[in-house]
């Protein structure tokens, strides 16, 4: 029973309301850049409440390798109702990319690039953890890397966290009375060593899972899986370069006081108007 209650209760954060937030966040800057109302706009509000009930009854899939779990519980909660979780998800994606589709041509800006990435993201590891949620599969791919790297690093490090700086580099302007970025190329950098590190990274601890690799355990003695992890950590090293040119980036364009001043007045007189800045 307690096993139950725990995974239940982290599927309703887990699986309900991180993918509601991504679902809402999508939404709300597909508007912003788009500046077209929402596709489907009545079709998204429904998938937003069909994915909230659907959390409530995906826990099993965390259980299916536990012997004491009744199998009809595997079998409805684990697997046919986790998959509708694909539907949902599957909703916001094609909601938000028509979206962007109905205002074409769009200039490619920096919280596009990001919320492109951020769908990608998610497009894959929303179907790595659905691949796992079967019986079958489950019987490999339980308590491996592939749980953790292809299904939850490849959501959460490239799915949300491209999407939340996508909404980062959308309000910065917001916040900063229309400053712009300094670097053009600064934001490029960011974008593509986060997506190739993140990417790269969840793939390659997926692999390790599907060799056999199970998380939080070590190998002492035993190179069978390093070169997996040799790959994962280079790739992981680029998300570290991303990080620091975006604060590089935020940092050279508005100054640490400016970025402080963000969320509180600081001292020393009334901050003085900023000039937007020219991209380079």
Do not use: C
Not at 18 to 33: D, E, K, M, S
Not at 98 to 123: D, Q
Not at 152 to 172: E, I, N, R, S
Not at 233 to 255: D, E, K, Q, R, T
């Amino acid at each position: 029973l307690y096993k139950n209650i725990y995974w239940w209760g982290l599927d309703l954060i887990a699986d309900g309301l991180v993918l509601i937030y991504v679902a809402g966040t999508w939404y709300l800057l597909a508007t912003l850049i788009s500046g077209k109302e929402l596709y489907m706009r009545n079709v998204a509000r429904a998938a937003l409440l069909v994915e909230l009930i659907v959390s409530w009854n995906v826990w099993a899939h965390h259980l299916l390798s536990d012997q004491a779990q009744p199998n009809i519980m595997k079998i409805i909660s684990g697997e046919m109702v986790t998959a509708f979780e694909l539907v949902t998800m599957g909703i916001a994606i094609f909601i938000t990319l028509k979206t962007l589709w109905e205002a074409r041509p769009l200039k490619m800006t920096p919280p596009l690039k990001f919320l492109l990435g951020g769908i990608l993201g998610f497009s894959l590891g929303v179907p790595a953890g659905i691949i796992q949620a079967d019986l079958g599969m489950n019987r490999i791919l339980h308590n491996t890397q592939w749980v953790i790297g292809a299904h939850g690093h490849m959501q959460l490090l490239v799915g949300l966290g491209m999407t939340l700086f996508a909404a980062l580099y959308a309000l910065f302007p917001m916040l900063t009375n229309n400053l712009q970025l300094k670097s053009k190329a600064l934001t490029n950098i960011h974008f593509w060593t986060h997506l190739i590190g993140g990417v790269g990274m969840a793939m390659a601890m997926g692999f390790a899972g599907m060799d056999g690799m199970l998380r939080r355990a070590v190998y002492p003695g035993d190179n069978t899986f390093q070169p997996h992890m040799i790959v994962a950590a280079f790739f992981g090293s680029l998300l570290i370069v991303a990080y620091l040119a975006m604060m590089l980036n935020i940092i050279s364009s508005i100054g640490i006081r400016g970025l402080i001043e963000i969320f509180i007045k600081l001292p020393g007189g009334e901050r003085r108007e900023t000039k937007p800045a020219v991209q380079t």
